[in-house]
């Protein structure tokens, strides 16, 4: 069943259910005449209008255009509730910013560079 998207047609290939990480998955065609492809902020606003859901809870994975074509596959998921963003503890931060090579002095080697060439 085609739907509108800004001036543009797109049409649901696959929707599935994820009850356990609480979401929904769904591959869609997007057919654009004379357009390029559209945006990721378009489909997340159209969907989240369809969907009744916050801007927020919609996530496009990518958007692939077919060439020579005027139609795109998209992957798009819909979770329930705003998905959490997972932040590092701050020891691992810490070790990340001290294995930098850029912040070592001039004469201290990289432990990864001590093999020589011959």
């Known amino acids: 069943m085609p739907y509108t998207l800004v001036d543009m047609n797109?049409?649901?290939v696959e929707e599935k259910d994820n009850l356990f990480l609480k979401r929904k998955e769904l591959k869609i065609i997007i057919k654009h005449p004379k357009q390029a492809t559209p945006k990721k902020d378009e489909i997340v606003s159209?969907?989240?209008e369809k969907y009744k859901k916050e801007?927020?809870?919609v996530i496009v994975d990518?958007?692939?255009t077919k060439k020579g074509l005027n139609e795109s596959l998209a992957r798009v998921k819909?979770?329930?509730e705003k998905p959490k963003k997972k932040e590092r503890?701050?020891?691992v931060k810490e070790k990340v910013k001290e294995s930098?090579?850029?912040e070592r002095a001039e004469g201290e080697k990289d432990e990864t560079?001590?093999?020589k060439t011959k």
Do not use: V
Request: charged share 40%; proline share 8%.
């Open 55 to 57: 801007k927020d809870c």
């Open 78 to 80: 819909i979770y329930e």
């Open 10 to 12: 797109y049409e649901m």
């Open 46 to 48: 159209e969907l989240s």
């Open 89 to 91: 503890p701050k020891e």
């Open 113 to 115: 560079q001590t093999s």
């Open 62 to 64: 990518y958007i692939f």
């Open 100 to 102: 930098k090579p850029e």
